[in-house]
């Protein structure tokens, strides 16, 4: 397939890799935890993305950070929304991370064109929340919730057991009558896998396209399957991350959700010259 249906977006899938970056709001990325501040910086770190070369940008305001409480969703929209408000002026793709329904709801009447959900849309409503708007919607696997995932994950077959979960999840979609072009999928790097894991399903993510002819998304950026291969801190991560999104593309993917916009995309750029056929 070559578009993926995001809202006002139709997002071409057959030229360069799409690149998504990561805007974090939540109070802990930024240096005052104010949520004033965190406007500001947001519109600005989005338009710094922007002039970086971004395709599309992932707002998230809930920290997914293993052994990290829920936040209440009222917390979340108070986050969410004013960032919501303050881009959708730029003329992006904006898609926004969160599980719960009432943030998804309201996320797209406020014209976000992707709900990027890590719980697959199993939260009681959140199908029923998506289901009568025509943003795009990516579908990732975890394993156990956030506040317990990286304990002991455990699988028979891990690249199996995604691709199965996946197809369940997007089956149960399309049978509630969402439309298969809105949809991407995504194995879930760091959710409930140990690095073994999360090379595995990086090594076969050609396969999970495959399998289920649906888009792959990859967020490895910076993330612990790096730094354990380079055993460097999370902000010394940026080759490896460059690495790990050109590893997913050659197996793939079509879109990578990163940090570090400008350096990804001009890996790709280099990636594309020296494969296109
Ligand atoms: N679709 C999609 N959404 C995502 N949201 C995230 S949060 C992640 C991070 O490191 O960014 C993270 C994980 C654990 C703690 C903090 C932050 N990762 C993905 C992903 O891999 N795919």
Redesign the pocket.
Known sequence: REILKCGRFDLKLDGLPLVMG?L?VTPDSFSDGGRYQGLEFALSRAEEMIADGVDMI?V?GE????G?PSVPALEELQRVMPALYALRELGKPLSV?TCKPEVMREAILAGADMI???NAFRAPGALEAVIDSDCGL?V?HMQGT?QHMQEQPVYQDVVREVIEFLRERVDTMVAAGIERARICV??????GKTIEHNYALLRHLGQIRQELALPV???????SMIGAVIGKPVEQRLAGSLAGALASVAHGARIV?V?DVAETVDALKVWRAATAD
């Open positions: 990561i974090n992932d998230g920290s997914t950070r293993p990290s991370d990027n959900d890590i990516c990732m956030p995504d194995p879930g790097f760091g959710f998304l990859a967020g490895l950026s910076r993330k959700r940090h």
